[in-house]
């Protein structure tokens, strides 16, 4: 397909391709994507979602389905699509707000434990990574370091995120929930409160509820002496009711629940209350009867319920011959698909706190697997467009990002799919079998070596896994010898009267004739495979180079022309005087910000200089968010040039971000 793209045509096929304007609910656009929000999804033909004209990929989650066009046609192809679906505009957060709405109870549920747990995972690899680097150093010293008081100071920083874990959760809760953060972290601290008897510290200790009233510590003896007895220390309410002084050390869904319930109440306060009062009571009221709830009520009763269920998967882990591992590694997968796959984030981390993940090592070989089973579509395939997906998307899998695999290739085509889920049963199967376990969950694929308790063990999941779902998906997978149509490249915007760029200097400051491309920010240069946002780690929008930024200043990498700048400033797409396309995305879904922390010093249509400034971020309200900060640098025309490396490592505004070759 050469030319420029119809973009009335594309969006005719992609409106057929979803079942017609009336299967559609919202509809949305990023800087790259088309989002919608479908009614029925049988309705929808993947395959002529997949051959629509233009389109450059696409991507199922979270309710949504993704399709790809790039900068500056995404938004042609959005105005004439709502044109003829006869629907009105909306936002990204419409869309979402839509998508979630739309989910099973079951859906909304684990989207929620998602949406609490998924923030603080950095937390949980910083402390598993450091605590499996120490630990492993010192357990192959034959535990020489631990007297030595460097060993002590680093390892009680890895254990923190774990021993502070409820306060942790209880913030992100209640950012979640509506409710204010910092109440949120106040719950957690009373659950996991020094006051109370360390749950880690009472192993054996039980309840002697009837043999005696209460047991007050400091009245029948010290704390010690009530759990040397074999009883954990309790105060009496009302003059029946029994209180265990007890921490939750290792619980989660407890503060989940009792956060939930706390913003109900503050929500209800800020109602009700005065607003000369609102300041003072509804804080108060808040976390008094919270605190109440908590230790009387919510805390007792669900951590019983979380007790079980982590009994049934420990039960059905310890299925003997490994098949409780397979089972659970072949369900995995089917709870990602259904976008239910989050509840495990509440599992792994009892488990953690319990001492060791043996789910983790699971989750891993359904990573893998899925890497496998892409990359042997990748070799199977005679499509250049399913093959410049399947790469990068298997690699990933390795890496630990599933979703490009997933939506992209192998669910698609489904037969990998299927290869994929016998790879990660195997791999499963194997690891139960071999008693492997984790000390941090959220770390997977080749980096889950780093956490593992047996790397020779988890070599052998990982080689089982892998070979298993590749076999299989050699085998099962076929195709027609056919090459699909290559997807139109987005229409350069006129280009300025070619101007022969700065020569090579320490400092450059644009695509010159050695093909330097310099970095718009200072920061960290990485690899656009390693993007947290898995459309562009799959490279589906274009190559290029990710920066981690230290500060929030964008500047113009280029010379040339802003072919388009989003109102919600978190994108800005520009020519250069020899028409080459660059989207720099500044953080990951920030659209759904609707600008609030960005500051544009450009208009669409401006003229820029190399080195001007674009766009000021505060990339601490963007973190605040919950969002990546990362931010993708992209030549969306990247089918012009025959390589694009990245200059990976510390970078700064004007130096070298990427070296293009034609």
């Known amino acids: 397909m050469g030319g420029t793209l119809d973009h009335k045509l594309a969006a005719e096929q992609i409106l057929a391709a979803v079942g017609g304007k009336d299967n559609i609910v919202s509809a949305a656009h990023c800087a790259t994507r088309l989002r919608l929000v479908i009614a029925d999804d049988t309705k929808v033909d993947m395959a002529a979602v997949e051959d629509a004209e233009g389109a450059k990929g696409n991507f199922q989650a979270a309710g949504q389905l993704q399709v790809i066009y790039g900068t500056g046609t995404v938004n042609k192809v959005f105005d004439e699509f709502v044109a003829l679906a006869g629907i009105t505009a909306g936002s990204t957060a419409d869309a979402k707000a839509a998508a979630a709405a739309k989910g099973n109870p079951i859906q909304r549920a684990t989207k929620l434990l998602g949406d ?130 007890q921490g939750y050390q290792g619980h989660v869904i407890p503060v989940v629940v009792a956060v939930f319930i706390m913003c109900i109440i503050e929500k209800w306060l800020h109602k009700h209350v005065p607003d000369m009062l609102d300041l003072f009571v509804t804080p ?153 376990t984790s000390i941090s969950y959220g770390i997977t694929g080749f980096f889950g070596y780093l956490i593992t308790n047996n790397a020779l063990h988890y070599t052998i999941v990982f080689a089982v896994a892998f070979g298993v779902s590749f076999l299989i998906a050699n085998i099962l997978y076929r195709e027609e010898d056919v090459v699909k149509k290559p997807a139109a490249a987005a229409p350069a915007a006129a280009a300025a009267p070619a101007v022969k760029a700065a020569p090579v200097a320490e400092k450059v400051d644009a695509i010159d004739e050695a093909g330097i491309l310099a970095s718009p920010m200072n920061g960290e240069c990485v690899a656009m495979t390693d993007a947290p946002d898995p459309m562009f780690a799959s490279l589906a929008v274009g190559n290029g180079a990710v920066v981690l930024p230290t500060d929030g200043a964008v500047y113009s990498p280029v010379s040339g022309m802003v072919g388009m700048l989003f109102d919600t400033k978190h994108a800005i797409g520009l020519v250069t005087d020899d028409g080459i396309e660059i989207l720099i995305h500044i953080g990951v879904d920030t659209v759904e910000l609707g600008g609030t922390p960005f500051t544009a010093h450009v208009k669409q249509f401006d003229r820029v200089e190399a080195g001007q400034l674009l766009i000021e971020a505060d990339l601490a309200a963007i973190e605040a968010a919950g969002k990546p900060t990362a931010t993708m640098v992209i030549i969306t025309n990247t089918d012009d040039f025959s390589s694009i490396e990245p200059s990976l490592g510390p970078v700064k505004a004007g130096e070298k971000l990427c070296t293009v070759t034609k």
């Open 116 to 245: 609490v747990f998924v923030p603080i995972i950095p937390a949980i690899v910083a402390s598993g990574l450091l605590m499996g680097l120490t630990e492993g150093i010192n357990s192959a010293m034959g535990g020489a370091l631990d007297l030595n008081p460097w060993y002590n100071l680093i390892h009680t920083f890895a254990n923190a995120s774990f021993v502070f874990l409820q306060i942790l959760i209880g913030f992100s809760a209640a950012r979640v929930f509506g409710g204010n953060e910092f109440l949120g972290g106040v719950i957690g601290m009373i659950m996991n409160h020094t006051a109370l008897i360390n749950a880690w510290n009472i192993p054996g200790a039980i309840e002697k509820f009837g043999e005696s009233a209460y047991q007050l510590v400091g009245v029948n003896g010290t704390a010690g002496d009530i759990i040397a007895s074999g009883h954990i220390p309790q105060v009496q309410l009302f003059g029946f009711y029994n209180v265990t002084l």
């Open 284 to 436: 108060l009221v808040t976390v008094l009867l919270t605190g109440l709830l908590t230790m009387t009520i919510i805390g007792p009763v669900f951590a019983a319920f979380e007790e079980l269920v982590l009994h049934f998967f420990q039960f059905l882990l310890a299925i003997p011959f490994g098949l409780g591992g397979a089972i659970s590694g072949a369900i995995y997968p089917l709870t990602v698909v259904l976008g239910v796959h989050h509840m495990f984030n509440a599992l792994e981390a009892s488990m953690v706190a319990a001492g060791a993940d043996s789910f983790n090592p699971i989750i891993s070989a359904c990573n893998i697997a899925q890497g496998a089973a892409c990359l042997a579509v990748f070799l199977r395939t005679k499509s250049e467009k399913k093959k410049g997906l399947a790469l990068p998307s298997g690699i990933s899998s390795l890496l630990g990002i599933t979703e490009p695999a997933i939506y992209g290739v192998n669910l698609p085509a489904f037969k990998p799919f299927i290869a994929a889920i016998c790879g990660g049963a195997a791999g499963g199967a194997v690891s139960s079998f071999l008693g492997l």
